[in-house]
């Protein structure tokens, strides 16, 4: 009677334990897999020539020591959380068509058609292999970094192609590393991280833009990229914030 009764009380304990094994891993597995929906982070022209802190070339407002300090505190607390970083550098040639400098007649901010487009006519920047194409965070924190605007014909404000249509090695490099989501900051709000941020929406990826991260050119213009990248599609969190980029 006792032997039965343990039997029994045995084979109770042994089914409940397999239907908790069985759920943990089901469940687990679906929550786990939602978890790890691969994060990856692109730090957009980090360089000299865009801040004030180098007297840049290009300097764009707010881009002070405090500035640069927070951006590299920021990804090396993303780069700690687990996710890829990676960033884009504005790399151009010295005759490149976006530098006022390569037309004649032409002054610093002058706009131009140019490939059916507006073209803003910019002082030289971000000269290949110039102290001003540097990148100011340590660069160990990135896995990889990719150039952009080489090609002395068109100009390249999105990390992932140029004004001609060429595209660069981000969206192989993305989904190499199986990246499905985005988190996007860096300078020139207006600019190249509106373009970077339009385009990885348009090549299906999720994105989330860290406001106080990004300096732009100007307040006007900014407000409205980020309204742009807004309606199409991208959350705008004002600081990291580590849950809301998991779970977003
Ligand atoms: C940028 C103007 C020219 C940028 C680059 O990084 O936003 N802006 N080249
Ligand atoms: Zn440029």
New binding site residues.
């Given amino acids: 009677m006792t032997s039965k009764r343990c039997f029994m009380e045995n084979s109770v304990v042994k089914t409940l334990m397999i239907g908790i094994l069985f759920l943990t891993l089901v469940f687990g597995g679906t929550v786990m897999a939602k978890e790890t929906a691969k994060i990856g982070v692109i730090v957009?022209?980090i360089?000299g020539d865009?801040t004030k802190l180098k007297n840049g070339s290009?300097a764009?407002e707010g881009t002070d020591e405090a500035y640069i300090k927070a951006v590299e505190e920021g990804t090396k607390r993303l780069k700690e959380a687990g996710f890829p970083i990676f960033a884009?550098q504005?790399w151009?040639p010295a005759n490149h068509i976006?530098f006022f400098t390569s037309h004649k007649r032409k002054k610093v901010f002058d706009v131009i058609k140019l490939h059916r487009k507006e073209q803003?006519l910019?002082p030289p920047?971000?000269v290949q292999k110039s102290l001003g194409a540097e990148i100011l965070i340590d660069n160990k924190l990135f896995k990889a970094i990719v150039k952009k605007?080489t090609d002395p014909r068109y100009?390249s404000?999105s990390g992932f192609k140029d004004d001609g249509g060429k595209r660069t090695e981000m969206d192989t490099l993305l989904k190499k590393n199986k990246i499905e989501r985005l988190v996007i900051y860096?300078?020139?709000?207006?600019?190249?991280?509106?373009?970077t941020a339009l385009d990885a929406v348009a090549s299906g990826y999720k994105v989330i833009l860290i406001k106080n991260l990004c300096r732009g050119?100007a307040p006007d213009t900014s407000q409205k990229a980020i309204e742009e990248m807004k309606a199409k599609g991208a959350v705008i969190l004002d600081d990291i914030d580590l849950k809301k980029i998991k779970g977003n």
């Fill in positions: 957009v022209d360089q865009f290009l764009v884009t504005d151009h976006s803003v910019w920047h971000c605007g100009d404000y860096g300078i020139a709000t207006d600019y190249c991280v509106r373009a050119v």
